[in-house]
């Protein structure tokens, strides 16, 4: 057998998620601040990474969809563009859709490392693509991307490592997070291989009509309501807390301004909740934020992307300019 093939039972999934500690730790201080807040982050145990697929295929969600559409489209373009022989390192591997698309079309790619926090959608995924892709090893990390992670060495040397960070993610988080978390990237990209050798391809949401963005986050269905309140039965299952799924409900707005949609969970009567010893009050109407997701201009990712030591140096977007895919270099 080629030493490069390898089978389901030998794939190794280096284990760095986070701990009940760390997720106590988080959530008592995100409870401790003014408006009181939750990380998104932690909505993906194996139920959520069910409900987001499924949020995927609601009608009112147009992103995993048209970024799909783009990449098929473009792949060709994206692929030359990228490059062979590369180590291809995806933070956030959901369903692995997109990567079956990129790993597909790439010329020769070494090894594929995704780094996603819900074991379960990570060797779901894994091991699917194992079997569709035998000839590239396999090497996933299940941790927490938002920090430095040391990324497993292929048995093969790369000629480079891309970052693949597809879905619009990178809105998820403010602009100062995005600032460093485009820097950890850079950071990755350039400890294996001089800095000209890696490249991030990145997925971002363009702006658009805002009713068209909020009905994304608010399905008729009511999916991405159950999204989000399963924040909290994970919470509770996890660290102790007694939140009552029943007395919040699910709100999400564009806030035109700020060029974001903005996610909360609404207090439905007064309540207290508690995680151990600590006890934290909560107003009727009161709102807890879970969750943004920044729409971008090109100037504006480009400015974030300056910031942290990339550019831009090619650009993809879908015919109705909904959706973009960049890919960025590091610089100096």
């Known amino acids: 057998m080629n030493a490069a093939i390898q089978t389901q ?6 284990d760095l998620r986070p701990t009940p500690d760390d997720i106590r730790r988080d959530t008592l201080i ?17 139920r959520g990474s069910q409900l987001f697929e499924a949020i995927t295929r609601e009608p009112e969600y147009y992103l995993t969809r048209t970024e799909i559409a783009l990449m098929e489209a473009r792949i060709g373009e994206i692929a030359d563009a990228i490059g062979a022989n590369a180590h291809v390192v995806e933070y956030g591997s959901g369903s692995g859709l997109k990567t079956r698309l990129l790993l597909e079309a790439l010329a020769d ?16 995924s894994v091991e699917r693509l194992s079997e569709e892709f035998p000839a590239i090893e396999m090497l996933p990390v299940c941790a927490d991307f938002t920090k430095p992670v040391a990324l ?3 048995a093969r040397t790369a000629q480079h490592t891309l970052v693949f960070f597809p879905g619009s993610t990178l ?31 990145i997925g971002i949401d363009l702006q658009k009509d805002p009713a068209l963005i ?52 609404i207090s439905q009567r007064e309540q207290v909740v508690t995680i151990g010893v600590q006890q934290f009050s909560f107003a009727k109407d009161e709102p807890m934020q879970v ?33 973009g895919v960049r890919l960025l270099h590091p610089i100096d």
């Not at 039972?9 to 280096?14: H, K, N, R, W």
């Open 171 to 201: 809105g998820n988080f403010t602009d100062a997070e995005a600032v460093i978390l485009l820097r950890a990237m850079r950071e990755t990209l350039c400890a294996h291989g001089s800095p000209e050798q890696g490249e991030a391809l």
């Open 152 to 154: 497993p060495m292929p």
């Open 9 to 14: 039972s030998e794939i190794q999934v280096t």
């Open 214 to 265: 909020e009905a994304a986050y608010n399905d008729a269905a009511g999916v991405t309501a159950e999204f989000t309140l399963n924040l909290l039965a994970r919470l509770n299952r996890e660290i102790g807390s007694n939140f009552d799924l029943h007395a919040f409900r699910h709100r999400a707005f564009y806030d035109a301004i700020e060029g974001r949609i903005e996610t909360f969970l």
């Open 291 to 323: 969750e943004y997701s920044r729409k971008y201009t090109d100037a504006g990712f480009a400015a974030l992307a300056t910031q942290a030591g990339l550019a831009v140096s090619k650009a993809w977007d879908d015919p109705r300019h909904w959706f």
């Open 30 to 46: 995100g409870l401790a601040r003014s408006p009181k807040r939750l990380s998104s982050k932690y909505f993906y145990d194996a």
């Open 109 to 124: 790619p070494v090894a594929y490392t995704p780094i996603e926090i819900s074991r379960s959608a990570l060797v779901g």
